[in-house]
């Protein structure tokens, strides 16, 4: 039987959504909570992976078990056992060949700036007193996004992936009151891919690099030329997407 959660966390305490040798990991408490309460070894298999620190307001993973489950009752204990910063949204059985990670069709981040000093904040918004940011001229960078699938210039360097190519299908600043928000929507993300883009918005923003740079920056697929990576405390997770037919009669947004 394979089961779907949809959950949320917040990254801070964590080395990411992936488990590693020698670091707390939010997949490695899950899957130790799961192994722990079904009295058997569960692995799961997240929709993605956020790097250290990063947050996450809706997530999935599936993972495989024998038997039928009682899912309100599984994710009551969750909950409980569970540390405060990792909530439990859902538990739901699926199809057995459906899968996190492989069918979701997009996904969608949001990068938080604070652009007064908060100590509500903190862990979560990059906080920046710069305000005299070209917020126009951002917008107009952002849009240029669509425009490209090769991302390799916001990549991480080592990394081990068969194609730099996303699509995305919005990119935009929105400002409200001393919150500065920048959301991206697309098919797949690259690691480092969304801070590293907001770090060059920012470049831009200042008047440090023109829209005709922004272009030339992606075109060169040289992470060198891109700007630097913002810290990762500004990031969410905010959505993931999947075909209706696999989650419907959920209440679980989706797309045609």
């Known amino acids: 039987m394979r089961y779907f959660i949809e959950l949320s966390y917040h ?12 670091a707390k990991s939010i997949q490695e408490v899950v899957e130790n909570s799961l192994s722990l309460l ?54 739901f059985i699926v199809d057995n060949g459906v899968h996190a990670r492989f069918d979701a ?18 862990d979560t918004s990059w906080q920046m007193s710069r305000k005299d940011l070209d917020l126009i001229e951002m917008n ?20 081990d992936v068969k194609t730099y190519n996303c699509i995305v299908t919005n990119a935009v600043w929105i400002k409200n009151g001393n919150l500065l928000v920048f959301y991206i929507t697309a098919n ?20 440090q690099m023109s829209l ?3 272009r030339k920056v992606i075109e060169g697929q040289d992470r060198t030329k891109a700007g630097a990576s913002v810290k990762a405390n500004g990031l969410f997770l905010t959505e993931i997407g999947y075909p ?7 209440n679980v947004k989706t797309r045609e």
Not at 140 to 159: D, G, M, P, V
């Open 38 to 91: 079904l009295s058997d070894s569960i692995a799961v298999v997240g929709c993605g992976r956020t790097d250290a620190g990063v947050h996450a307001s809706q997530f999935f993973l599936h993972f495989d078990v024998n038997n039928v489950l009682d899912e309100d009752g599984l994710k009551f204990k969750l909950n409980a056992f569970l540390p405060s910063d990792i909530a439990i949204s859902q538990l």
């Open 212 to 214: 005709d740079e922004f």
């Open 105 to 122: 069709s997009y996904r969608s981040y949001e990068y938080r700036i604070s652009l007064v000093k908060d100590p509500f904040m903190v």
């Open 140 to 159: 107009e960078a952002s849009k240029i996004l669509l425009e490209y699938e090769n991302f390799k210039c916001f990549s991480r360097s080592k990394t």
């Open 11 to 22: 990254g801070k305490n964590y080395h990411g959504w992936q488990r590693q040798p020698n």
């Open 244 to 250: 209706h037919e696999i989650l419907k009669n959920r």
């Open 188 to 207: 797949r993300f690259l690691r480092n891919m969304v801070r590293a883009i907001v770090g060059t918005l920012i470049e831009v923003g200042k008047g």
